[in-house]
């Protein structure tokens, strides 16, 4: 009786049960998103990515799908600001269905 009134008194850990799948190494359906690459002639390309993964891959994809070999030569944007190789889309918070604008990078101006 007393420990029952103890464990009713604390709430203590339960322990998990071995038949469920805590090892599941599919990333969960909402750390999938869809995102939009678009250039200055609107042209989309869509890109699925995890929230955790590194923008990189999808920059690099990105050029390899237009055939551009210096990345350098262009600039990725999110909600107007400059996004970089190492940032996620968890640290930018972007959700499903989002757009990144492609602009070329341009160099110089001033006559």
């Known amino acids: 009786a007393f420990w029952r009134e103890i ?3 604390y709430s203590f850990p339960r322990m998990a049960d071995s ?3 805590s090892l599941d190494v599919k990333p969960k359906v909402n ?3 869809q995102i939009k ?3 200055q002639e ?3 390309v869509l890109f699925k990515i995890k929230k955790s993964t590194s923008l990189k891959k999808m920059m690099d994809a990105y050029c390899n799908a237009k055939s551009l070999s210096d990345s350098g030569a ?3 944007m999110f909600q107007g600001a400059r996004i970089n190789a190492n940032q996620t889309p968890n640290d930018l918070g972007m959700e ?3 757009t990144i604008d492609v602009m070329n990078e341009q ?3 001033s006559r």
């Open 7 to 9: 464990n009713s008194f």
């Open 19 to 21: 038949t469920s799948s």
């Open 107 to 109: 160099i110089g101006g």
């Open 96 to 98: 499903d269905g989002d």
């Open 74 to 76: 262009i600039r990725f």
């Open 31 to 33: 750390e999938i998103i």
């Open 42 to 44: 609107g042209n989309e």
């Open 37 to 39: 690459v678009a250039n």
